[in-house]
């Protein structure tokens, strides 16, 4: 049995117990809010599984306009009106560290954050950093030409200097990790070794006796 069929057993085992029960107005209010709240993070679920998803398969090349949603959340979160929506939820994001808030922004709309339900917005916001480190994604997606555009594109915000500072340092770490790796895994030439290990060792070749 996959995952999907037991949890479906279950809900289905659920559904039909609660007509074998007595129930209170209180007990029915509780339930409701219960299945509320799940409905809300399957939404979310949904939401960054089909991100993951497009990023996995393609990059960011398919994903719905990444450039001008990175583009709009950065207007929303530090534009002239950012004071405007200075609530909690939007400090939440920018509270964020860069990975998950452009994996949010690539995933949502500012719009879809403001009509979310605020249990939604809370699994989002709890959720997403757990969920996003469990899954492989292409190493250099937050910097794809896409997202980078979208970046730039608000560059002269007043309020963006600390979130880009620490977009350019996560890209200059990110090429640097990358440049090693790729030190590691170049073949050696015979003879010959990385800087790494100091200058080039003579090769002793073995003596050969007549």
Known sequence: MSDLESMLEQLD???????????????????????????????????????????QESGTSTLTK???????????????????????RWNSL???????FLFIAVSYTPMDITKMP???????IESAPKYLSKKLLPPRWMFSRELQLGVADKADLAGIAQFKRRYHELEFDMNNT??????????RAE????????????????????
């Open 13 to 55: 085992l659920i559904g039909k117990h609660m007509w074998d029960i007595s129930l209170d107005k209180s007990s029915f209010s509780s339930l409701k809010t219960k299945i509320s709240d799940l409905e809300a993070q399957i939404a979310v679920h949904d939401a960054l599984q089909n991100t993951v998803r497009q990023l």
């Open 66 to 88: 990444p450039q001008s949603r990175v583009s709009k959340f950065l207007e929303t979160l530090y534009g002239n009106n950012a004071s405007a929506t200075d609530e909690s």
């Open 94 to 100: 920018r509270c964020l560290d860069c990975e998950t």
């Open 118 to 124: 605020r249990i939604g917005f809370q699994y989002l």
């Open 178 to 187: 990358l440049d090693d790796e790729e030190r590691r895994k170049r073949p």
């Open 191 to 210: 003879g010959q070794s990385n800087d790494k290990d100091g200058p080039p060792r003579k090769l002793l070749l073995p003596r050969y006796y007549k």
